[in-house]
C-alpha cells in the first residue's frame, strides 16, 4: 500500500504566475482535501474532492482551483500568485476514519 | 464554526521527561486526530481518537467528547519528539474537512 505524494517538494514563483500542484492519494482512498499551511500556523482547509467533484470549499478565492482524476490523484492550481500564497500545502487522502498527509509542497513566492 | 485551542504553545522538555497536551474545542464531534508534525513539515498521524483512551508505546491520548476534550501524554520524551503537535477535528456538515488548533511546539533537549 503505497502513501499520500506530492509533486513538486519545493518550487519559487513570481508574483502574477500560475502554479500547479499535484498529489497522488493513498491507494484505496477516493477523497483528496488540500490544506495550506502558513508559516507557524495550521493547516487550513482549502477544498476537498470526491470522485471527482468539489465536496466543500474553505475560505479561499475563486483563483485557487482544482481537479480529481479518476484514478483519484489531484491537483491544485493557483493563479495570479500574490506574495501571501507563500506557504506548505499539503494533500490529504482520506480513509475510513482518518485523514493520511502526504509530505508537502513548499511554495515561496517572490 | 469550530474553534480548537492547543495548550501549552510552547514547551521544552529534557530528555526523559513527561509531557500532558491539550486539544479543547468549542463543539460535540465525533472524530479527533492527532498528529506530529516533523521539522520537515510531514504530518504523522498518532491517534484517532473520538472518544475513549488508546496507547501506542510512549504516547496515549484520551479524548473526553462530553467535555470537550483531548489530552495527549509523551512519556520518556526523545529528542526525535520534537516538532509541533497538532489535534483537528472535522468541521459540521463536512465529513472529512479538518479544522486544526493552534499546535503545541515541543523542543525536547539533551
Known amino acids: 500500500e503505497t502513501g499520500v505524494t506530492q509533486s513538486p517538494t519545493h518550487l519559487i514563483k513570481t508574483r502574477g504566475q500560475q502554479v500547479t500542484l499535484r498529489c497522488s492519494s493513498q491507494s484505496g482512498h477516493n477523497t483528496v482535501s488540500w490544506y495550506q499551511q502558513a508559516l507557524g500556523q495550521g493547516p487550513q482547509f482549502i477544498f476537498q474532492?470526491?470522485?471527482?467533484?468539489?465536496?466543500g470549499r474553505g475560505n479561499f478565492p475563486p483563483r485557487f482551483s482544482g481537479l480529481q482524476f479518476p484514478n483519484y490523484s489531484s491537483e491544485l492550481n493557483v493563479n495570479a500568485l500574490e506574495l501571501d500564497d507563500s506557504a506548505l500545502y499539503l494533500c490529504?487522502?482520506?480513509?475510513?476514519?482518518?485523514?493520511?498527509f502526504g509530505p508537502g509542497t513548499r511554495l515561496t513566492v517572490t | 464554526g469550530i474553534q480548537v485551542e492547543q495548550s501549552p504553545p510552547d514547551l521544552i522538555l529534557q530528555e526523559g521527561a513527561n509531557s500532558t497536551l491539550r486539544c479543547n474545542f468549542s463543539?460535540?464531534?465525533?472524530?479527533l486526530q492527532w498528529f506530529h508534525q516533523n521539522p520537515w513539515g510531514q504530518l504523522i498521524n498518532l491517534f484517532y481518537?473520538?472518544?475513549g483512551t488508546k496507547q501506542n508505546g510512549r504516547l496515549s491520548a484520551t479524548t473526553v467528547a462530553t467535555e470537550r476534550y483531548s489530552l495527549l501524554y509523551i512519556s520518556s520524551s526523545q529528542t526525535t519528539d520534537s516538532g509541533v503537535y497538532f489535534c483537528?477535528?472535522?468541521?459540521?456538515?463536512?465529513?472529512?474537512?479538518?479544522?486544526f488548533g493552534t499546535g503545541t511546539r515541543l523542543q525536547v533537549t539533551l
Open positions: 481518537i473520538p472518544s
Open positions: 483537528a477535528v472535522p468541521s459540521a456538515g463536512t465529513a472529512s474537512k479538518l479544522t
Open positions: 474532492y470526491y470522485r471527482e467533484e468539489e465536496n
Open positions: 490529504a487522502s482520506s480513509g475510513v476514519y482518518e485523514q493520511y
Open positions: 463543539d460535540s464531534v465525533n472524530n
